[in-house]
């Protein structure tokens, strides 16, 4: 019998681990499928809410929160670049230039949910931002995005123009940060097991593993 596990991502699509975190992570679900299915809900996190509408250059928004060099920052892009190759996504490093705010985009993912769509999604906003080097922020792009995973446009249009979705985002966001959620991803299994960042495929498969063998199935939330 196949045992599933609720897994919560939390993460921000501007963020290049967390898009590394989910392409590792289907290929670990691949290599568990027929012992192992899961549950998957992606949960809002910002990593810059305090963005303004025009975001920062990102050189600059790096050095200024990490202390990051140029050297360092071109370390680490190349190194992203590698191992999103290894888990089969596209990072075009070099033309992404800022980084944006992500509220309305996580405000569609939580009506993505309701409509059985919210993986897809979330992959086609990672590859807008990350492979295509377009701004999440905008909702022209995040249109399109809607139109490329069959979700409708007008419907997506209308919740753009309101607040809908901006309370439920809000509580999601403030309920795993008073969990401890302060960096992503992070993959919660089953509502008690974290794991933390982009791990390759084998740390995921080997930790559900682990998991499933000791763990009950949680029941539904509400």
Known sequence: MTKQLRIDFVSDVSCPWCAIGLSSLELALARVKGELSADLHFQPFELNPNMGPDGQDIVEHITEKYGATAEQQANSREMIRQRGLDVGFTFDMERRGRIYNTFDAHRLLSWAEEEGRQRDLKMALFEAYFSHCEDPS???????????????????????????????????EQFFQRAGVHSVPAIIINQRHLISGGQPPEVFEQALRDIAARSETPQPQA
């Open 138 to 172: 905008n909702h022209d792009v995040l249109l399109n995005a809607v139109e490329r995973v069959g979700l409708d446009r007008d419907t997506a249009v209308r919740i753009l123009a309101s607040d809908e979705y901006a309370e439920e985002v809000r509580e999601r």
